[in-house]
């Protein structure tokens, strides 16, 4: 008997990044991604209660998605949201319907969000040079910061140093993002000078200063909507939110 071959349709998903802040030889580079649509093999993942209790059940989804030969952790947060608005799109098509509170009468009502109208940050792009490495003069103290765009890994990394810190009823997001994403001061490349000068030396208005031009420079999508009530009221640039109705239809609805 014949063997039977079967193929999945498969779409390309172009980066935020454009693939400009990648070393030439990664392949993320190539600004693109191949992602298969969804199948019954995805929805056993999403509906996979051990990875919904680690927190990993999307990175898990992307993953299989993805056909591309890529590092998961390589892709930069920009770039990954792009893959969560395409697998959404692949899986379940490009309408999100979501209760939404009206900003003036605070009444939930049910609006319906098209995904593939989502678009890019508008970025200055002739900034990238094919490596995760910027330079930034703070206002106040004029030391020079050398920073990096954060990744995948980097966020895996973040979230378990502030796990640590949460065992020891401590707090420190803001700190701990910034010894993540600075990776010289004055030319300095130590982590432990890093460290110490993040944490005893940097004024908050430089911090914030810092965090400022990381999220201007940072390419994304531009997750934001245009709120259209019953009565006709408009608002743009509302927050899009992304909660548990997002991969499972009608759950939040």
């Known amino acids: 008997m014949e ?29 693109k991604i191949e992602m298969k649509y969804m199948t019954a093999k995805e929805e056993d993942i999403l509906s996979n209660q051990n990875y919904i209790r680690q927190g990993v059940v999307f990175d898990k989804l992307f993953q299989s998605l993805i056909v591309s030969k890529i590092n998961y952790d390589d892709l930069l947060v920009g770039d990954k ?17 979501i209760k939404f509170p009206h900003p003036i009468t605070g009444e939930e009502e049910l609006v319906t969000v098209d995904l593939a109208e989502i678009k890019n940050k508008n970025v200055d792009y002739s900034s990238y040079k094919n490596a995760n490495e910027f330079t930034f003069t703070l206002p106040q103290s004029k030391n020079e910061i050398t920073f990096k765009i954060l990744t995948h890994r980097d966020e895996k990394q973040i979230e378990e140093e502030l796990k ?6 401590l707090s420190a997001e803001v700190t701990t993002r910034l010894k993540q994403a600075i990776i010289a001061v004055n030319g300095t490349r ?17 911090a914030r200063a810092l965090r400022d031009y990381i999220r201007k420079i940072t390419p994304d999508l531009d997750l934001t909507f245009t709120f259209v009530g019953s009565d006709g009221y408009t608002q743009e640039g509302v927050d899009l939110p992304i909660g548990v109705s997002f991969f499972y239809p009608n759950a939040g609805i």
């Open 164 to 169: 640590g810190l949460k065992k020891a009823n």
């Open 81 to 97: 949201n792009a893959v969560l608005i395409a697998a959404r799109i692949l899986g379940y098509g490009k309408d999100y319907p």
């Open 3 to 31: 063997q039977t071959k079967f193929s999945l349709p498969t779409e390309t998903v172009e980066l935020p990044s454009k693939g400009l802040l990648y070393p030439v030889e990664n392949p993320l580079s190539s600004g």
């Open 190 to 206: 130590e982590k432990k000078d890093i460290r110490d000068f993040i944490d005893n030396y940097l004024l908050a208005a430089d």
